[in-house]
């Protein structure tokens, strides 16, 4: 979408809109929820998240002024909430959290494929990494942020953020190794 | 010479091609000679291409239909928050705020606003009988509200039913009709987005009015037919065939329909139990 039908959207919901709010969520909905499954690490706590967020968002952009982007600001109050989740339910930062055999189901049925099989295993190893190694490593190869993005979305330097990436990689590696070799 | 720390830490910078020359010289060279970097560097490779390649959002785990409801109960918990949070009264605000300080002072002074509070609470409602009538006209305003409620409540599932009832004509139009006709008559197809998108509207109103309990089915049949609406409003002339085949699958899966048919069966034996009372009360007195 534009930039500037965006813009537009947003005036539109400041001026009470309810059409362009809706059209506003139905852009971002799915980017939020991946950004929040990033750091929660459950499909449930990533929707109640993303829901939350855009809650947030319609009562805040009532004063949001168009000087900084949009999507940073949306993406910023997205790793807040998700982190205030993380915080709220006292998981550690490396909390492992067993994956849902429906999640894993549905993906083998609908792909049926070897691709099918290897998306699970970096589905698993995903869900194995360290919170902030596993939202820098989704948010720059699967959200396709650049790195800058990313440490504007994290607030932290763009050297911590290559860092995690760097770690996070190595660590998928070893983790989609072990895997097969169990699998096999 | 470069460490292979140096060379380590910068391989995932020569992988996204974000090197100097110079660096990524310095790292062609290096690899060539050292096994464990060259292992890292392989390493690493796989594991972007693999995400690049193969990974899936976790969005997709979510159905389409997920999708298309997500807006709505959004908007839903908006409501339903700002419904929920009543405004507090000068004193809950000013005794929120100072045991928010938590200072002893603090505590004190709240304890003592409260110890007043109470006793004008105790005086007021020592002093205050209130008069026979006084009864009677708060009884009267409280059996207002719940007429005014009751109407509202009424008012509403009418306007349901109505919605319901141009909704099946929708349908029943477009499940007798032969897809690919149905296609090729453009107006026709026209006519039918045009009635969607006014029905789809009207549903956001109706599901968002539809607040009883007692009225949760109703606000379920009331969505799901939505969900169909905004299906066929958004038809593309390029793909309706595949749109319309889609459309009505979801009905029948849905059993939309009958689902309608139940509703409007269950609306029309309440109305003669409501007609059977009436009578019973006429008689009666």
Known sequence: ?184 | MKTHRTIQKNLYDYLRNELSAEDRRAIDVHVKSCAACAGELQSMRTAMDLLTQKARRPSEHRSEMYWQQFAEKVERRIQTESTEEEPQSFVGRLLDLLVENRKPFSFGFASALSLIVLAFAVWSLWIKVPAPNQIASDSAGRRSNELQANIQKTAMEVRAADYLEQSKVLLIGIMNTDTKSLVESKSLLQRQREMSRTLVRESQEISSGLTDPSQQRLRELVSDLGLILVQIANLETEHSVQGVEIVKGGVERNGILFKINLEEMQRAMQSSRDKGNEKQAKSTI
């Open chain 1, 1 to 184: 979408m534009p930039a500037d039908r965006e813009r537009q959207l947003i005036l539109d919901v400041q001026e009470g809109s309810h059409d362009a709010f809706r059209e506003l969520v139905e852009l971002h909905m799915r980017r939020v929820y991946d950004l929040a499954y990033g750091f929660v690490n459950d499909h449930d706590d990533a929707e109640d998240v993303a829901q939350e967020v855009f809650v947030k968002v319609y009562h805040a952009l009532k004063n949001f002024r168009q000087e900084s982007g949009f999507s940073t600001w949306l993406y910023r109050i997205t790793a807040n909430s998700a982190l205030d989740r993380l915080k709220q339910r006292k998981r550690s930062v490396a909390r492992f959290v067993p994956m849902e055999e429906s999640h894993l189901s549905g993906i083998a049925a609908s792909q049926g494929t070897d691709r099918g099989e290897d998306s699970i295993l970096i589905e698993r190893a995903l869900h194995e990494l360290p919170t902030l190694q596993r939202a820098v490593v989704m948010l720059r190869h699967i959200d396709g942020f650049s790195t800058k993005q990313v440490s504007d979305i994290l607030k932290c330097s763009e050297g911590a953020v290559k860092t995690h990436l760097h770690r996070g990689l190595k660590k998928m590696r070893k983790k989609l190794e072990h895997l097969k070799d169990s699998d096999s």
